[in-house]
Structure formats: C-alpha cells, structure tokens
C-alpha cells in the first residue's frame, strides 16, 4: 500500500509542534534553571516501590509550569511521573532535564539500583517474542537479502510520519495495518489523523522500484537473549558497519525499545540517522516478523526472524498485471467495461499466461467451449470511484439483470465485494468470484497511444494452478454511443498469397501497385473515418511443414489515399495466427482522419514459409469495419 504524501497534514502537525514551542507557552519554566538546580531530592525524586522493588518510580518536583525531559532505561519520555518495570538486577542511569525560556537544561545522571530478577516482567508476550523467552535467545534479519528477495515486507524499510507508534497501527481487537487488506485509522487504538480527517502519511516503499535506498546486501545480524539480562548482538561485521554487544529494554505500555552500548540492525545509508534517533518505537512485533521505526526521522526498519527466513519457501509465480487497481478500473471518474465479444472467457496459467490462444468467436466453438453472443453482448462491469481503494459497482448479467453494491481492492489486485457474484456467460460458463466473494485483476491490455484499453479479471481455481478469467474492454464514449459502420466487399476479389515473396502470408483487400488496384473488392471512398478499422477473416486448409513455430503475428497494413494517415503494425490491434481459425485485427491510423484507400491488407509473418502447399488454403473475409 502506497500512500499520497498528504503536505497540508504535516504543516498541521508542524504548527502544533511550532505552537508547543510558541514564547506564550505555560508549560515552559518562567524561571532560569541551571544544570545545578537539576539534582535528585530537589528537581525530582526516584523511588522504589514499596511492595514490589523493581518497580521505580520518577517523579518530577519542578511543578507542572516545566515540561519534564527523562533519559531512563526504558527510552525517553515527557510524564510527570514516569514508572518503569525493572525486570534484571543491576544498576542504572536516569537523566533528568526540563524545557525552559532559555532551552532545554539537563542535570548531571543520577542512578538507582535494582537488586533481584523479576521474571514476571519478561513474561510479557512481547517479551517472548522479542527474545525467545527467560533463557532462550532470537536472531532477527533485515528483509533483503544479497539477491534483491524479500520474504514478507515489500522492502528492508518503510517510511512514517515520526508520531507514529503502536497504538495508532493497531485496532483495539489487535489487527495491525500489515494484517488488513484495507487499513482504517479510524479504528486504531489511538487514531492520528491530520485536521482533514486523514490518517498522517506512511509509504510502504516497494524496494525493486526504489532501491536508491539501499543496495542488496547480506546485512548481518541482530540477536536478543533473555539469559542473566537482556542482552542483544548486532553483527554487521561483514556489512562493513562492525559488531556491537549491549543490552535492551522494552516498556511494553509504550511498545517503545531502548538499546544501550547497540544500535539496531540497519543499513549503512541511515547509520547517521540511527546514531542520532530520540528513541525507537515497536510497531509491528509477531513471532516471524518485527518494526522498528527510528524516532524521529520515522524510517522504520523492518525483520524476520531466523526461522521464518530458513524455512521460507518462495511462493507461486504473480500475474503480470502490476498497477492501480483502483485508479484502474474507475480513475477519478466511473468507467464502464464491456465483456469483449471476440475473447470474453479464457484460462491463464499463474503467471497469467494464457492457456487457450482464443481470439474469436469461432475459436470457442471450434474447442468445444459454450458461446453465447446474445448473452454476452449484455455483460459489464461499471465502476465508480469513492475511496483510495474502494467505490460502487454496477454488473450487468446476460439476461440484463443488475447487480449493484460496494468493493474495496488489495494489495494483490484483488477486487473485493460486497455479495457473491455468480452469473451465466454463455451456456455453462459462469463469471463467479472466489468463496472470498473476490476476481483478481491478471493482465491488462493498452491501445496504441498507450492507454489502457482492456481488463483480463480472474479467479484463482481451488484445485488447478490456474485462472479462469473474463476479458472487458473499457467502453468510450465513442464505442458506447458508435458500434461501426460495416464495409461491403466482395470475397471472389480478394488476393493473397505470398505477394511479396518475403515469406509472409499477405491478403490484399486494396492495393493500389496491385492487381486489386485495377478490380478493387472494395470501393476505396467508403474508407473516410478518423478512429479505427477493423477485418475478421477466416483461414482453413492450413497444413503446416515439421518443425513450423507454429505462432504468427498478423497485422493490417494501411494507407489513405495520400499517404497521410498510415498504420503498418505493433499495436494493440494486431493478433496471433496458430492455425485454422477466425481471426480479428484492427488498427487506428495516425494521424487521424483517413479519406480513401492506398494500401489495405493483412499481413500474416513468415507463415507462407512454413505451409505445406500454400495453394490450398482458403481466405474468406468476414467483416470489415470503420469507425
């Protein structure tokens, strides 16, 4: 999930920062204090608890006028009172400041003693999952690795807003934003939002696409115990950045994580930033997979766990489709999508290959599969944009029956609705979704300017590795209101053959250095249109040599009738010949605007090269088509 930068809700969070800080404050000190006033007894007190010794208490004496600023064992904090649960003996530094007219004043360290091991404090599930538990130890990795992989986060590090903690990732059941497929601030245990009602920004950086932040690398270690002490070894000897061996706490009210004589697991382009951090907070912490984020530059590092890394397995191959889902299917306004009537079904392996080369109607009644037209000539799908990743949907069936609701999308590309979808395409063939009541978006297709033009929208099978998935083509409002003009011709004038002697199959429906120049099968001054043109056409009686690829790129070759709207291949419109079939190509010339005929065929690569007896093949032309 990739955030917007939301600019207006930082400069809201600035101004409360700048006003915390604003000459009018009263919680700055109106007297001068001095390093020497700052001293335990007088400025504030340590305490033990009475019942329970390893419980200490430290109060601020300096009256609620001064903001209190401790440096303790558990990280930093701005309390009146602050209470920290000491669970292993040992003695320990606490530094007290406060914020004042003239800035911040320290005091010199002061230190309190714990004498016994309190094991109940370590009991804490954080604890055990930090660590291993009392006696155990646990190594964590930085999720790259040498190889450009990451096993479970997109990359290495992600990217927050400083004031992001625990709290405000979590939903008061527990659910973290990495554990929902969409993340509701509104939900956390203590939302921040900005004064727009915004969650503050967080960028969940992919690393592929952003590896200015850091290269790949094997990074070392970072392994925590809970043997005589809470200790941790962070080993990046081999990284270049050496090896440090200190100890750690965890306030597990705050999720906060303190190190001393360590610095956690990073990369060597933020070792400034972790070197100078204010503190560190927790904000992701399982058995397999652990956040850091580093206050208060907010770049978050994130881990696996030995185990999780040694056993993990690299998962099945992801479809090709790698873009906006959301942005995709509904931009900023409601686009409506068509079932295509030349390719409305098909199934592609989990790479989203395709497993059926099927690109006309008669394909599939060749295969044996149902086609219906009437029915699909009905299907769509229309998509209205109302939240980063969600909006309304309206389906229309093959009987014309409306199926209205909401969908959200994921991660994945999964669109997620409301209700099961499950109605009849053509005979037994239905489009349903997942028992998640979800299609997954497979491949995408653009035109030739670039644009996308055409959706492939899947369900993952539960018992094959494949897709069944359902082809629509994004409706204009051209298309929507202008089915095309068809264009009479006459089949007995048709030429084709390898006319050029270049191999290529050629079927010459005008040509005005040809023999149709001079017996046309069309009339040239039907072909005035300035958006596209399009021939269905048949092949049969296609017998090919031993050893033939078998897979030949078919394209109109085009030119008006003075040369100044042309097309000769590479687009969108251009088809794949297997064999005997019925095929459709099309085109839109640039630039626009086509008045007559110079040049009209298609042209079929090298299979005149690779027929048995090119003299047997029949070509009969089905439609022609402008627009």
């Not at 991660?411 to 499950?422: A, E, G, K, L, P």
């Not at 053509?426 to 491949?443: D, E, F, H």
């Not at 494949?466 to 298309?479: C, D, I, R």
């Not at 005929?597 to 298609?602: E, G, P, Q, R």
């Amino acid at each position: 999930m990739k955030k917007t930068f939301n600019i207006f809700t930082l400069f809201a969070l600035f101004a409360v920062i700048f006003a915390s800080c604003s000459p009018d404050d009263p919680s700055l000190g109106k007297k001068s204090v001095k390093v020497e006033d700052l001293v335990e007894g007088i400025a504030f007190k340590i305490e033990h608890d009475v019942v329970n010794p390893n419980i200490i208490y430290l109060t601020s004496l300096m009256g609620n006028e001064y903001t209190p600023l401790w440096e303790h064992p558990q990280g930093r904090s701005q309390k009146q009172k602050v209470t920290l649960n000491m669970p292993f003996p040992g003695e320990y530094e606490v530094t007290f400041g406060v914020q004042t007219r003239g800035g911040i004043v320290y005091g010199e360290p002061a230190s309190f003693t714990v004498e016994n091991f309190y094991a109940d404090f370590v009991n804490d599930e954080l604890w055990t999952m930090l660590s291993g538990g009392v006696g155990k130890s646990k190594t964590w990795f930085l999720d790259l690795d040498a190889d450009g992989v990451s096993r479970r986060f997109n990359s290495p590090m992600y990217f927050f807003t400083e004031t992001y903690n625990w709290d405000a990732l979590h939903t008061a059941s527990g659910e973290n934003y990495l554990d929902a497929d969409v993340w509701d601030w509104k939900r956390a245990i203590t939302p921040l939002a900005g004064d727009d009602g915004n969650a503050l920004w967080y960028w969940l950086a992919d690393w592929e696409g952003n590896q200015w932040m850091c290269a790949a690398s094997d990074f070392g270690t970072m392994t925590f115990d809970l043997m005589d002490g809470a200790n941790v070894v962070v080993d990046q000897q081999a990284y270049g950045l050496g090896t440090s061996q200190g100890t750690y706490m965890i306030n597990t009210d705050d999720h906060t994580i303190a190190f001393t004589d360590a610095y956690p697991l990073h990369v060597n382009e933020r070792t400034d930033e972790v070197k100078n951090a204010t503190g560190f907070n927790i904000l992701y912490l399982s058995e397999d997979f652990l956040q850091i984020m580093v206050v208060p530059s907010g770049t978050c590092f994130n881990y696996i766990s030995e185990d999780f890394k040694a056993n993990w397995v690299a998962g099945e191959p992801e479809p090709p489709y790698s873009g906006n889902a959301n942005d995709d299917l509904t931009s900023t306004f409601t686009k409506k999508w068509q079932m295509s009537v030349n390719s409305p079904y098909n199934w592609t392996a989990l790479d989203g290959s395709f497993l059926n080369n099927w690109n006309s109607p008669d394909d599939y009644m060749v295969a044996g599969f149902d086609y219906d037209e009437s029915m699909i000539k009905n299907i769509s799908l229309t998509m209205t944009k109302t939240g980063e990743k969600s909006g309304d949907y309206l389906f229309t069936t093959g009987v014309a029956e409306e199926l209205k609701g909401t969908y959200r999308v994921d991660d994945s590309n999964n669109i997620i609705f409301d209700q099961d979808i499950d109605f009849a395409i053509s005979g037994s063939q239905n489009l349903n979704t997942t028992k998640n009541k979800s299609l997954r978006i497979i491949r995408s297709e653009m035109n030739e300017s670039g644009e996308l033009s055409g959706l492939w929208i899947g369900k993952r099978s539960e018992s094959e590795a494949n897709y069944m998935v359902y082809h629509f083509e994004l409706v204009t409002s051209s298309s929507s209101e202008e089915e095309g003009i068809s264009i009479t011709f006459d089949n007995s004038k048709i030429v084709f053959g390898d006319l050029e002697d270049n191999g290529n199959l050629r079927i010459e429906i005008y040509n005005e250095y040809g023999s149709t120049g001079l017996n046309p099968p069309v009339n040239p001054s039907d072909f005035i249109f300035d958006k596209s043109i399009s021939v269905t056409f048949s092949l049969d009686d296609i017998t090919l040599k031993e050893g033939a690829k078998g897979s030949y790129s078919a394209a109109i070759s085009f030119a008006d009738a003075d040369w100044s709207s042309q097309y000769w291949g590479g687009g969108s419109g251009d088809t794949t010949v297997t064999g005997n079939g019925t095929y459709t190509v099309w085109c839109s010339p640039e630039p626009k605007g086509a008045d007559g005929l110079m040049v009209f065929t298609v042209d079929i690569e090298d299979l005149a090269q690779e027929v048995v007896d090119l003299g047997a093949i029949t070509v009969m032309l089905k439609e022609i088509t402008i627009k």
